[in-house]
C-alpha cells in the first residue's frame, strides 16, 4: 500500500515538474508559487536533493532588490491568459526593486529557510559540492530582513501582510472584518481563470475576489511600498510570523554550517517568539489571533493558522495548542486533515477554500510541531491518518476533514510531496 502511494505521489510530481520548478497544479496553478515550492523541495529532497535544491533556488532567483520574495514567479511560456491576476496585471517592470523576470509583487508565508536547511541535510555532500548554502544563505537573510524590517508596520516586531493571499490562507474568515473596509471592484471589470479548472462552491466568491482586486492594485499603483499609512488592509499572522520565527532557527544551523556565528538568528528568533506570545496569543481561548495593524484588535477567529505556531522551537504554550487542537473546535484525533476553521462556526464549510476544509501542509506543520514538542502518539497517529486520507481522496488540494471528500483541483504538488516526506518519516 505504502509503495502504491509513494509511486503515485513521484507521478504527481513528475507530471508537475518544469524543468527547474514545479507548478502546484498545471491547469489551475500554471506558474510557481513561493511556499508552494518551499513544500515541493521538502518532498522532492527525498527523491533528487539537486532538484530540491534547484527549486529553491528558482524561487529565490526571482527574489526582488529590496528582499521580498514574490508569491508568483510567472512562466513566460505560459499563455498570458491562463491565470488571473497574471504579468499584465501586476506590472513587476514598472517597480523600482523588482527582478528580470515577471512575479507578483506581494509575498506568502516564509517556509523557505526551513525547506533549505532540510533539503541540504537530505545530501549534504551533494548541496556543498554545488555551493548550495553559500549561495542561498544570504538571499534568505535578505528576505527575513525585508519581512522583520519593512514588514514591521506597527513595531511589535511582528511582521504584516498587506492582502489576504499573502497569508496563504487566501479567504479564510478571519480576514472578513478588515476586508470589510474595502470596496470590491465589481466582477465585471475582471475575469476569473479559477473557476474554469474547479468548482464555484469551492472557491472564494466574487465579492470576494472584487477586494482582493481592489488590494492589490492599490499595492501595485502605490509603487509596491510598504507602510501603516497606506489604505487598505494590514494584519500580524500568527501563521507567517511563526514560519519567520521557526525560520530563524533554521538560518542559524545553516550559519553554524557555514562556519558564522549563529546567535544573531537565534536572537531574531527568541525576540520574534516573545513578541508572538505576547502579542497574538490569547490565554483563555488556548490559540493564537491575528491582529489588524491598523486597529490593535485581535481578530478572534479560530482557523488552523492559530495552531501553526507549534512548528516554533520551544514554544512556551505547546500544551496549550495541543489541547486546543483536541477540543471540538478541530478535532485532532478525528478530523483530517486538520480543518482550516472552526468546526463549531455557524459558518464553516466544509468545501470553500480555507473556509473549513482541510489542507495537508497545515497539517503537515502541526505534526512537525507535534514531533518537535515531544508527542510523538499523537504525531504518529496524524500521520497515519493523512497517508489514509490521501490513499483514499488522491491528491487533492484541499478535503472534507470530517468526510474526506476532495475539493479543489487534483493531483496538488505539495499534497504529493508532503505525502513523500510522512511516508518517510516511519
Request: charged content about 20%; glycine content about 8%.
Amino acid at each position: 500500500m505504502i509503495d502504491n502511494l509513494d509511486r503515485a505521489a513521484r507521478r504527481v510530481l513528475a507530471t508537475n515538474w518544469r524543468q527547474r520548478v514545479t507548478v502546484p497544479a498545471p491547469r489551475l496553478y500554471p506558474h510557481q508559487w513561493s511556499w508552494d515550492s518551499a513544500f515541493v523541495a521538502i518532498g522532492l529532497r527525498h527523491l533528487s536533493p539537486t532538484r530540491a535544491q534547484r527549486e529553491l533556488e528558482s524561487l529565490l532567483g526571482a527574489q526582488w532588490r529590496d528582499g521580498r520574495v514574490p508569491h508568483i514567479v510567472f512562466d513566460p511560456h505560459v499563455p498570458a491568459d491562463a491565470y488571473f491576476p497574471g504579468p499584465s496585471f501586476w506590472r513587476s517592470a514598472a517597480a523600482a526593486d523588482a527582478p528580470p523576470v515577471p512575479t507578483s509583487g506581494i509575498v506568502q508565508p516564509p517556509a523557505h529557510a526551513l525547506a533549505a536547511w532540510a533539503t541540504y541535510r537530505a545530501d549534504s555532500a551533494a548541496a556543498r559540492a554545488r555551493g548550495f548554502l553559500p549561495r542561498i544563505y544570504p538571499r534568505l537573510v535578505e528576505w527575513h530582513r525585508y519581512l522583520t524590517t519593512r514588514r514591521d508596520l506597527t513595531g511589535s516586531g511582528l511582521m504584516s501582510i498587506v492582502h489576504p493571499w499573502e497569508s496563504g490562507m487566501d479567504n479564510s474568515p478571519a480576514w472578513d472584518d478588515p476586508l470589510s473596509r474595502i470596496v470590491p471592484v465589481p466582477s465585471a471589470d475582471f475575469t476569473r481563470r479559477d473557476l474554469a479548472h474547479a468548482a464555484a462552491a469551492d472557491r472564494p466568491t466574487d465579492e470576494d475576489y472584487g477586494r482582493y482586486v481592489r488590494l492589490a492594485s492599490e499595492y501595485r499603483d502605490a509603487g509596491y511600498a510598504d507602510s501603516r499609512h497606506r489604505p487598505g488592509f494590514a494584519v500580524e499572522d500568527p501563521l507567517c510570523n511563526a514560519l519567520l520565527a521557526a525560520g530563524e532557527h533554521a538560518l542559524a544551523s545553516i550559519a553554524a554550517e557555514l562556519g558564522h556565528d549563529p546567535q544573531a538568528h537565534l536572537s531574531a528568533a527568541a525576540r520574534l517568539t516573545d513578541a508572538l506570545v505576547s502579542t497574538l496569543y490569547e490565554p483563555a481561548a488556548g490559540t493564537f489571533f491575528p491582529r489588524d495593524a491598523r486597529t490593535g484588535s485581535l481578530i478572534r477567529s479560530y482557523t488552523v493558522g492559530g495552531l501553526v505556531p507549534l512548528v516554533v522551537p520551544n514554544l512556551p504554550v505547546a500544551t496549550e495548542l495541543i489541547k486546543t487542537a483536541l477540543g471540538d473546535r478541530f478535532r485532532l484525533g478525528e478530523a483530517c486533515p486538520l480543518p482550516s476553521y472552526d468546526l463549531t462556526a455557524s459558518d464553516h464549510d466544509a468545501r470553500r477554500y480555507w473556509r473549513g476544509p482541510g489542507w495537508m501542509n497545515t497539517s503537515w506543520l502541526f505534526w512537525r510541531g507535534l514531533r518537535l514538542h515531544g508527542e510523538t502518539a499523537l504525531a504518529g497517529d496524524l500521520r497515519h491518518r493523512l497517508l489514509d486520507r490521501v490513499r483514499t481522496a488522491g491528491f487533492r488540494e484541499y478535503v472534507d476533514p470530517l468526510t474526506g471528500a476532495g475539493h479543489g483541483t487534483d493531483g496538488f504538488s505539495w499534497t504529493a510531496a508532503l505525502t513523500l516526506d510522512l511516508i518517510r518519516a516511519a
